[in-house]
């Protein structure tokens, strides 16, 4: 599945050094209907890394860091580790909650009432990106339903299924 680390350990009964391999498991992504399997969890639009999924699953948590821009691709928000450090004008609300058994994290755009991102982490290596709209760095919106992804006017992935081999995934 992922690539493997070296794991060095006893046997049972403590006799000698034991060498074996633990298989390094990858995160899932489904932004809307897409699913980008075995990623590191960091999501790259236009080349560049704008979102980061972190699982704590031993401590229930989903951590989102993500830099938010305008429609210029002026930086206007930070959330780092669902907590937001720059927040221009006070324009977004970040709402955690732990859902039925797993955690949620709702970004709010409070001057256009829209959901920037709402994020669920759906298993300890699942996570879903159900919707949002936002914009990247070079200002073109970013649309997430549970139907699609739109890029801009030209790009809208729909229905894809990727193996990101370990890396992050890609859109635009």
Excluded: W
């Amino acid at each position: 599945m992922g690539e493997s680390v070296p794991f060095h350990g006893t046997d049972p009964f403590s006799r000698s050094p034991a060498m074996g391999v633990l298989s390094k498991p990858r995160l899932e992504l489904r932004i809307g209907s897409n699913i980008f399997r075995n990623t590191n969890g960091v999501v790259t639009i236009h080349g560049k890394e704008q979102l980061v999924v972190e699982l704590k699953p031993e401590l229930g948590q989903l951590l989102i860091t993500l830099d938010l821009y305008n429609e210029q691709g002026v930086r206007n928000a930070h959330l780092r580790r669902n907590v937001l450090t720059l927040n221009e004008r006070g324009r977004f609300a970040v709402e955690t909650s732990q859902g039925q058994t797993m955690p949620a994290i709702q970004l709010s755009d409070l001057q256009s009432g829209d959901l920037a991102l709402e994020v669920h982490m759906m298993s300890v290596h699942r996570v879903d990106l159900v919707c949002g709209k936002l914009f990247s760095h070079k200002g073109m919106p970013v649309e997430i339903t549970p139907h699609y992804c739109r890029i801009g006017s030209h790009t809208t992935l729909f229905g894809e299924i990727l193996d990101m081999r370990g890396g992050p995934a890609t859109l635009g």
